[in-house]
């Protein structure tokens, strides 16, 4: 029994630090997001840590800020404030993978080749550009999961999820629905920062 589970946590990279280092899940689930980055609440851009209303922020979601500041943790680069600016930031960055991210370590990948990047500790995004310059796009973090193909091709990969509600694990179908129609439409996009996979020793 126990050797199955090892097998589990190895497939997954689920673990703990009683297995001897942080895993790339274990890593994913320490950033506290049902207390940070929470919809509605005015947050410190860089932290996600609730602070004194500054701004009218009815409704705010800070996918963008979030997946940005994972990505500063682990030392890759993607667009942020104070160079962007923090409104309608998902787009940008989403823009700025198509156009951008490869002279930056980045690739274009479909859905199946995301989950697997992911599940081998490579640090993953998927994202939509809003069809509207009014509306917010969306962007979040692939995580690892031992999802069948099939699972895969009926309700996308599994992600880690800042916006309207913050998920832990959810698919992207659902994860999106808030993007009316992309995920049935095809409007979101996979990209894998392949220069190197999740190692502890990188994490700031």
């Known amino acids: ?14 673990s703990s630090p009683a297995f001897g280092k942080i895993s790339y899940n ?6 506290n997001i049902h207390s940070k980055w929470v919809r509605g609440k005015d947050c410190n851009i860089y932290s996600g840590e609730h602070q004194e209303k500054k701004h009218s922020i009815k409704n705010i979601t800070y996918c963008s800020l979030f997946v940005a500041h994972v990505a500063r943790k682990l030392s890759i680069y993607l667009p942020a404030p104070p160079i962007y600016k923090r409104y309608f930031l998902a ?3 989403c823009r700025w993978l198509l156009e951008k991210g490869t002279s ?4 274009k990948v479909s859905p199946l080749q995301a989950q697997d990047n992911a599940n081998k500790k490579y640090f993953t995004l998927v994202c939509m550009i809003s069809p509207r310059s009014d509306k917010p796009g969306h962007i979040a973090i692939v995580r ?11 309700e996308g990969p599994e992600i880690l999820n800042v ?16 993007q009316k129609n992309a995920f049935e439409e095809g409007r979101i996009y996979y990209f894998s920062y392949l220069k190197e996979k999740f190692n502890e020793e ?3």
Not at 1 to 14: K, Q, Y
Not at 104 to 107: E, L
Not at 163 to 178: E, L, M, P, T
Request: glycine share 8%; net charge positive; hydrophobic share 45%.
């Open 144 to 154: 690892p999961t031992l999802k069948t193909s099939a699972k895969l091709l009926e």
């Open 104 to 107: 930056y370590g980045w690739k």
């Open 91 to 93: 787009s940008t960055q």
């Open 163 to 178: 916006g309207w509600h913050n998920q832990q694990s959810v698919s992207v179908k659902k994860g999106f629905k808030k």
């Open 202 to 204: 990188i994490i700031k």
């Open 26 to 31: 274990y890593f994913l689930d320490s950033f």
């Open 1 to 14: 029994m126990a050797s199955i589970l090892f097998l589990i946590l190895v497939i997954t990279g689920v």
